[in-house]
């Protein structure tokens, strides 16, 4: 009996992923691109997987990074992306950068002459027919207008966010509770809330005229032509707020109103900071109403002067930029499956991930769960202690929706970091609390050989020391 295919819309980093895990697990697959047809603002061939910007996978060190992780369990998954950048690697230290026509010639070539895979060069305008009871859209940041409106119509009119601004995130061990404090503005309950749900860092008047100043004096991105898409009101960035008069971001998100600041209760606050927890596991921390449009190297500099966070790590710096993304964690099931419509999966950027690794890696996972259901197998999905399972959860499930805040998006696109882990304690050495830098090291290393362990589990194969026999 033949096995009805699976129909993958989109044929970059994530629909060429999930092309090929769909296929080397047996089940056919028709693959549409519309690349040949149609172009894209920002793709520049007709190549399968087409780096639209820089040739680089970021960090290969499985060891201590994130995304080196990632790149690590993707090989242990058989990954095509990771098996056509390995072959096509160009010196980069210790990044995988590749060779982007090498790359893209190669993924090509390989789905190209894969029996289970069709290719078929065309634009698909709308959802896809009923017919198709299997599908996975992986159309990427840059989904053409007829297909984002479709999907916008079909899961709500601000499900599908066109044009966001990007606040940054950072991560909660970074920051220093000894100067900022717990506390919800006028110690508001709210749904769900304690009182004390938002971080807050406190600015004098010195300190925040310095710091406006320095919004003013730093380097801002430029857009590029194709971005020309304007900023809506209610989101504009800070540096913005700040050209429009010295006291803008006091009365706007900088506000001191209802905040007692818990270390000097007798010294009111010039200007506030807050930071609003922005997943489950409470190891990462969002700037409020600060989306930012400064050089990623100035917005370091200028967010580090506010005080408590002279140390911040920052698990994503701010942006403004086009991005078709849906509203994933209300959307979709574990699964990447759209709950309202069963057999219709998303995957790659257009869920709330963000580069071409995570978007592959997302990919590899939607292609893998559809093509188990396909074969009537049960679906099972990465532990959340994997880079996998990290990922996916903040995609479906990790992320907390701001209630206080019903107007904005919070959810947004980010790259796999530790800070979507589960937390795990520095193992000790010789009976001793490592501290500072050996311990942030440590702690990722226990990190990563957990998710290696896990992820050989979840994929059946042997532990790593009974497979290098
Ligand atoms: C300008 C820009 C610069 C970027 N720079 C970087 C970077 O330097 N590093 C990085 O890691 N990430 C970068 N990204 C993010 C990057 O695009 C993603 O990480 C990655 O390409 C997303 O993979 P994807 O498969 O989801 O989407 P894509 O790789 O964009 O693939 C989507 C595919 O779907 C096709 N498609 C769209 N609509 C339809 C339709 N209706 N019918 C049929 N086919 C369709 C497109 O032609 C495309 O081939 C950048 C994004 C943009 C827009």
Redesign the pocket.
Same mark, same amino acid.
């Given at each position: 009996m033949s096995t009805k295919p699976i129909h993958i819309?989109?044929?970059? /980093? @994530?629909?060429s992923e999930a092309a090929w895990q769909v296929a080397s697990a047996g089940v056919p697959v028709i693959l549409? &691109?519309?690349?040949g047809v149609r172009g894209?603002d920002?793709?520049k061939t007709d190549g399968l997987a087409e780096l639209?910007? $820089?040739n680089s996978f970021r960090s290969d060190d499985a060891e201590t990074n994130a995304v080196g992780l990632l790149h690590a369990e993707m090989r242990l998954a058989g990954s095509l992306i990771m098996s056509a950048g390995d072959a096509n690697q160009v010196p980069a230290g210790g990044a995988l950068a590749v060779d982007r026509d090498g790359f893209s010639n190669a993924v090509t070539a390989r789905l190209e002459a894969h029996p289970l895979i069709s290719i078929v060069r065309e &634009? !698909?305008?709308g959802l896809p027919p009923e017919d198709w009871d299997q599908t996975i859209i @992986?159309? %990427?940041? /840059?989904? @053409?207008p007829s /297909?984002a409106e479709a999907i916008a119509a079909s899961t709500g009119a601000d499900a599908l966010a066109f044009f966001d601004a990007i606040a940054p995130i950072i991560h909660f061990d970074s920051i220093d509770m000894n100067v900022c404090w717990f506390q919800s503005r006028y110690d508001k309950v709210g749904p769900g809330g304690t009182g004390k749900d938002y971080i807050n860092c406190p600015m004098d008047k010195e300190q925040y005229d310095a710091f406006v100043q320095a919004l003013l004096d730093g380097q801002k991105a430029e857009f590029?032509e194709w971005e020309g898409t304007p900023y809506f009101d209610g989101c504009l960035p800070i540096e913005v707020m700040a050209e429009r008069g010295r006291e803008t971001l006091r009365h706007g998100p900088m506000k001191p109103m209802g905040l007692t600041n818990a270390h000097n209760p007798t010294v009111k606050a010039y200007a506030v900071v807050q930071l609003r927890q922005d997943n489950a596991l409470g190891t990462l921390y969002n700037m409020v109403g600060f989306q930012t449009k400064l050089k990623h190297g100035e917005q370091v500099n200028v967010l580090r002067m506010i005080p408590g966070l002279e140390n911040a790590e920052f698990a994503r710096l701010g942006g403004l930029h086009r991005n078709t993304y849906l509203n994933s964690p209300t959307l979709l099931d574990p699964t990447l499956q759209l709950t309202s419509r069963p057999g219709l999966r998303f995957a790659?950027? !257009?869920t709330g991930c &963000? %580069?071409?690794v995570e $978007?592959a890696a997302i990919?590899l996972l939607a292609g893998r769960f559809a093509a188990a259901q396909r074969l009537g197998q049960q679906i099972s999905t990465p532990p959340v202690t994997t880079a996998f399972g990290a990922l996916l959860n903040h995609i479906t499930g990790g992320h907390i929706v701001s209630d206080d805040e019903p107007g904005k998006r919070s959810f947004q696109p980010m790259n796999v970091n530790f800070g979507l882990f589960p937390v795990m304690e520095a193992p000790k050495v010789e009976g001793k609390r490592l501290r500072g830098k050996e311990k942030t090291v440590a702690k990722k290393k226990a990190m990563t050989a957990r998710a290696l362990v896990d992820c050989r589990a979840w994929l059946g194969l042997a532990p790593a020391a009974q497979a290098a026999e």
């Amino acid at each position: 009996m033949s096995t009805k295919p699976i129909h993958i819309i989109g044929g970059g /980093l @994530a629909g060429s992923e999930a092309a090929w895990q769909v296929a080397s697990a047996g089940v056919p697959v028709i693959l549409h &691109e519309m690349r040949g047809v149609r172009g894209t603002d920002a793709h520049k061939t007709d190549g399968l997987a087409e780096l639209v910007c $820089s040739n680089s996978f970021r960090s290969d060190d499985a060891e201590t990074n994130a995304v080196g992780l990632l790149h690590a369990e993707m090989r242990l998954a058989g990954s095509l992306i990771m098996s056509a950048g390995d072959a096509n690697q160009v010196p980069a230290g210790g990044a995988l950068a590749v060779d982007r026509d090498g790359f893209s010639n190669a993924v090509t070539a390989r789905l190209e002459a894969h029996p289970l895979i069709s290719i078929v060069r065309e &634009e !698909i305008t709308g959802l896809p027919p009923e017919d198709w009871d299997q599908t996975i859209i @992986a159309t %990427g940041p /840059l989904t @053409a207008p007829s /297909l984002a409106e479709a999907i916008a119509a079909s899961t709500g009119a601000d499900a599908l966010a066109f044009f966001d601004a990007i606040a940054p995130i950072i991560h909660f061990d970074s920051i220093d509770m000894n100067v900022c404090w717990f506390q919800s503005r006028y110690d508001k309950v709210g749904p769900g809330g304690t009182g004390k749900d938002y971080i807050n860092c406190p600015m004098d008047k010195e300190q925040y005229d310095a710091f406006v100043q320095a919004l003013l004096d730093g380097q801002k991105a430029e857009f590029k032509e194709w971005e020309g898409t304007p900023y809506f009101d209610g989101c504009l960035p800070i540096e913005v707020m700040a050209e429009r008069g010295r006291e803008t971001l006091r009365h706007g998100p900088m506000k001191p109103m209802g905040l007692t600041n818990a270390h000097n209760p007798t010294v009111k606050a010039y200007a506030v900071v807050q930071l609003r927890q922005d997943n489950a596991l409470g190891t990462l921390y969002n700037m409020v109403g600060f989306q930012t449009k400064l050089k990623h190297g100035e917005q370091v500099n200028v967010l580090r002067m506010i005080p408590g966070l002279e140390n911040a790590e920052f698990a994503r710096l701010g942006g403004l930029h086009r991005n078709t993304y849906l509203n994933s964690p209300t959307l979709l099931d574990p699964t990447l499956q759209l709950t309202s419509r069963p057999g219709l999966r998303f995957a790659g950027q !257009i869920t709330g991930c &963000e %580069g071409y690794v995570e $978007s592959a890696a997302i990919g590899l996972l939607a292609g893998r769960f559809a093509a188990a259901q396909r074969l009537g197998q049960q679906i099972s999905t990465p532990p959340v202690t994997t880079a996998f399972g990290a990922l996916l959860n903040h995609i479906t499930g990790g992320h907390i929706v701001s209630d206080d805040e019903p107007g904005k998006r919070s959810f947004q696109p980010m790259n796999v970091n530790f800070g979507l882990f589960p937390v795990m304690e520095a193992p000790k050495v010789e009976g001793k609390r490592l501290r500072g830098k050996e311990k942030t090291v440590a702690k990722k290393k226990a990190m990563t050989a957990r998710a290696l362990v896990d992820c050989r589990a979840w994929l059946g194969l042997a532990p790593a020391a009974q497979a290098a026999e």
